[in-house]
């Protein structure tokens, strides 16, 4: 079935710092997620990318919707403490408003104040 | 303007039993889909319900089965519980474009 690989699986960075991870796929997507979640929470919207080569910001967030349609990327700038959780990419496959969504296995970011 | 939510927040069954969960869409959501977290890992997709249909299906038994009601809101029930059953329990809404908007989740523990 559809896999989508996430890296990295953890970080652990000094408040201040840029933050990257990306995520890579066997198929195609049509539409790229990205999704923090915290310790017992749901998953919170953070960026959605709809086109291929899309680049968004969301705040100090950037995801770019790579042109192969097969990968994304996350950026954090000037990483603060709060931005401490699981952070999910997740690639829609289906038609219109039915379809679902793959998710990789999480970066986990830490962040030392 | 609510959120997704979710009923009931935390539940403890045992292997056996029947469980039911309960998801109220986002407002102006029409379409609810269902996830299995397990610890640690990415949510995974377990159905998906539009026009009080199931219009999509992942790869879970049948034990798995949920229900749409005219209001948009949705149950999943898991019949048979067993051990490996114990996750959290996410419902998202959606409405005609991709963009799921989660719920705060069901912890099931099944002992």
């Known amino acids: 079935g559809q896999q989508l690989n996430q890296s990295p699986q953890s970080m652990f960075i000094q408040e201040g710092e840029d933050v990257s991870m990306n995520c890579t796929s066997s198929?195609?997507?049509?539409?790229w997620l990205w999704y923090k979640q915290d310790p017992g929470e749901g998953p919170v919207l953070l960026i959605a990318?709809?086109?291929?080569?899309e680049l968004t910001s969301n705040g100090r967030l950037t995801a770019q919707f790579g042109i192969t349609r097969k990968d994304s990327f996350l950026n954090i700038s000037a990483s603060i403490p709060s931005d401490v959780g699981i952070y999910f990419c997740?690639?829609?496959?289906?038609?219109?408003?039915?379809?679902?969504?793959?998710f990789g296995q999480g970066t986990t970011l830490q962040v030392k104040p | 303007d609510a959120g997704v939510t979710q009923s009931p927040t935390h539940l403890i069954k045992t292997r056996g039993q029947q469980v039911t969960l309960r998801c109220s869409p986002k407002?102006?959501?029409?379409?609810v889909s269902w996830y299995q977290q397990a610890l640690g890992q990415g949510p995974q997709f377990i159905f998906q319900?539009?026009?009080?249909?199931?219009?999509q299906r992942g790869n879970f038994p049948d034990r798995f089965s949920g229900h749409q009601f005219p209001n948009y809101s949705s149950e999943l029930n898991v019949n048979a519980l067993l051990l490996g059953d114990s996750a959290l329990y996410l419902c998202?809404?959606?409405?005609?474009?991709?963009?799921?908007?989660f719920g705060p989740g069901t912890r099931l523990t099944v002992l």
């Open positions: 998202a809404s959606s409405s005609r474009w991709v963009t799921q908007y």
């Open positions: 990318l709809y086109k291929a080569g």
């Open positions: 407002s102006g959501h029409d379409t």
């Open positions: 997740a690639g829609y496959h289906g038609s219109g408003n039915t379809g679902k969504l793959i």
């Open positions: 198929s195609i997507f049509n539409t």
């Open positions: 319900y539009y026009e009080e249909e199931e219009r």
